[in-house]
């Protein structure tokens, strides 16, 4: 009797505990849906900074190709040249840092965060074991009030089924306990971890940017470093060149030309040795004297002295010119 009597004070009290379980069973359950949510929502955010990281970084690195090709390609402006080599050199760095900084993230608060699935998954599991050890202490309860009411004499059964009550509440009982447990350290994993990986993401940016700073200030002195003075000196020295060179071919044709102009009229032929027109009536020839001749020839000498610019050059063409004229005037005496 008196143990009937434990019995019974057991079960009574098994139904609060059952209640309590499964409503600390539901909080629990809510509790992880929430971490599980707000975690997923927290991966997804970070994967999509560091994939628009990564992409400023590529853009960054043809940022820096550009500006290298046309450092490259300026000939002229040397100081620019120079600013723009070391600023790309800089924007460079830049670049390595800020991919360091993409692969921290990924590694250290991506990956972390995305753990999370499995340890929701499996303090979920851990809840549901739960919500089964509840039901079936449930499950032994209606029985036994079945088991009462169908045959209240039967202390057989009844004792049977309060049995089955008791063992279903005590796995009811540990199963909370080892439910709060690992909630428990669940819960402390999960400050822990937002703590941990909010203040790694700060570090790592922090990092990022104190360095992105210098590099910053140095790409800021490079570009302030072009001299543009000087630059503009060196270009308008160049733009001269041209200018000068297409006025010494200007002065070249036009004493080309004049040289030309005096050439053909030291090649001109004389009008003493020039044949009468035909079917002209002209007067009876007569044959030339000597000193018509030579004072014919020294006409001709002068004029085509006073013709060229070259003075070496006229001199030896009318020396050649008063040759042939010596040897016109021979030849003319010994016909005459």
């Known amino acids: 009797m008196q143990l009937y009597c434990q019995i019974s004070i ?15 069973a539901e909080f629990i359950q809510e509790r992880i849906a929430t971490v599980e949510k707000h975690f997923a929502e927290l991966c ?17 690195d043809e940022i820096v190709k550009v500006i290298q090709d046309y450092a490259e390609a300026e000939n002229v402006n040397r100081s620019l040249r120079n600013g723009l080599l070391q600023f790309s050199s800089t924007l460079l760095a830049i670049g390595d840092y800020r991919d360091a900084q993409v692969q921290r ?5 991506v990956s972390e965060l995305s753990q999370y699935e499995d340890i929701c998954r499996h303090a979920k599991k851990e809840v549901k ?5 509840c039901n079936h202490v449930l499950a032994r309860r209606k029985h036994l009030d079945r088991v009462r009411e169908r045959n209240p004499r039967n202390r057989q059964q009844i004792s ?12 009811v009982s540990r199963t909370a306990k080892a439910l709060e447990e690992q909630v428990d350290v669940f819960e402390k994993k999960k400050l822990q971890d937002v703590k941990s990986l909010l203040l790694g993401f700060v570090t790592i940016e922090l990092g990022f940017h104190s360095k992105a700073i210098e590099l910053f200030t140095k790409a800021y002195q490079d570009i302030a470093d072009i001299n543009e003075d000087e630059d503009l000196e060196e270009f308008r020295s160049t733009l001269q060149i041209p200018h000068s060179v297409s006025r010494l071919d200007t002065v070249k044709r036009t004493s080309f030309r004049s040289s030309s102009f005096s050439l053909a009229s030291l090649f001109a032929t004389p009008h003493g ?6 079917g002209i009536p002209h007067l009876a020839s007569r044959t030339p004297t000597t000193s018509d001749t030579l004072e014919s020839q020294k006409t001709v000498v002068e004029d085509s002295v006073d013709s060229v610019h070259t003075e070496d050059y006229a001199e030896d063409r009318s020396s050649s010119f008063a040759s042939e ?3 016109q005037k021979h030849v003319r005496i010994q016909f005459k």
């Open 325 to 327: 004229v010596e040897e």
């Open 273 to 278: 040795f020039r044949k009468p027109n035909e």
């Open 10 to 24: 057991m079960i009574r009290a098994s139904r609060p505990q059952h209640f309590a379980c499964e409503q600390q």
């Open 129 to 133: 074991n739960a919500f089964v050890a």
């Open 160 to 171: 049977l089924a309060e049995a089955e009550l008791l063992k279903a509440s005590a796995d």
């Open 44 to 60: 997804t955010i970070f994967a999509a900074y560091t994939r628009k990281s990564a992409g400023l970084r590529d853009t960054s």
């Open 105 to 109: 993230i990924d590694s250290k608060i």
